[in-house]
């Protein structure tokens, strides 16, 4: 494995309550908690993986659903390597609000190549299938009709596709980088706060 480390900035993007948060607990500390907790503003973990032979630390931003505070988005997204956009299975609405948060992404991001660039999307907690009300076909052509966006359905409570889903984009993010990826020694919050060591939760 290459000594090179490499730094990519991950967005995960969604309406309150989808499980943004859980997500990224149970990917980065293998966690899950019941009690729910509203982001404020944003939140951000970092995850050291293995990709394609390089070393890879993940700088995850859990950005509030909240519609209040969608106008801190140019902040948080500027130089965002990839993005997830996050829906709940068993809320429909969710699911519709996925064209609204990748429209908000690209334009606030200033993302010009649009088709290549690594969006992934999780239908997330797909453990609760009693109470399902988006189709894993819906989810699947919604997909498929925004330039093949890869989909997982995952579940934050029994890790369900977390691990996978995470490896994928950063797969992804790695592959468009290339040898341009950002390669650091100490790595620093992209945005220019201090990192904390726990995550940092701020806002404006």
């Given at each position: 494995m290459s000594n090179r480390r490499a730094l990519l900035k991950v967005i995960l993007l969604g309406d309150s309550a989808v499980g943004k948060t859980s997500l990224m607990e149970r990917y980065v500390n293998k966690k899950f908690s019941l009690q729910y907790k509203a982001t404020i503003g944003a939140d951000f973990m970092t995850k050291e993986v293995e990709v394609d032979d390089k070393l890879v630390t993940l700088q995850i931003w859990d950005t509030a659903g909240q519609e209040r505070?969608?106008?801190?988005?140019?902040?948080?997204?500027?130089?965002?390597?990839?993005?997830?956009?996050?829906?709940?299975?068993?809320?429909?609405?969710?699911?519709?609000?996925?064209?609204?948060?990748?429209?908000?992404?690209?334009?606030?991001?200033?993302?010009t190549d649009q088709q290549n660039y690594p969006f992934i999307v999780l239908g997330n907690k797909c453990d609760l299938q009693?109470?399902?009300?988006?189709?894993?076909?819906?989810?699947?052509?919604?997909?498929?009709?925004?330039?093949?966006?890869?989909?997982?359905?995952?579940?934050?409570?029994?890790?369900?596709?977390?691990?996978?889903?995470?490896?994928?984009?950063?797969?992804?993010?790695?592959?468009?980088?290339?040898?341009?990826?950002?390669i650091l020694e100490d790595v620093e919050v992209r945005i220019g706060k201090p990192q904390q060591q726990e995550g940092s939760n701020w806002c404006c």
């Open positions: 505070f969608q106008s801190l988005g140019n902040s948080f997204y500027r130089g965002a390597d990839c993005c997830i956009l996050v829906f709940d299975v068993t809320i429909m609405k969710s699911f519709e609000n996925l064209n609204n948060w990748r429209n908000e992404f690209i334009m606030q991001a200033n993302i009693e109470q399902r009300s988006v189709p894993t076909k819906t989810a699947q052509s919604w997909c498929h009709e925004h330039n093949n966006i890869p989909y997982f359905e995952t579940s934050a409570k029994d890790s369900t596709n977390v691990d996978q889903a995470f490896h994928k984009v950063a797969k992804m993010a790695m592959s468009r980088l290339g040898d341009e990826s950002i």
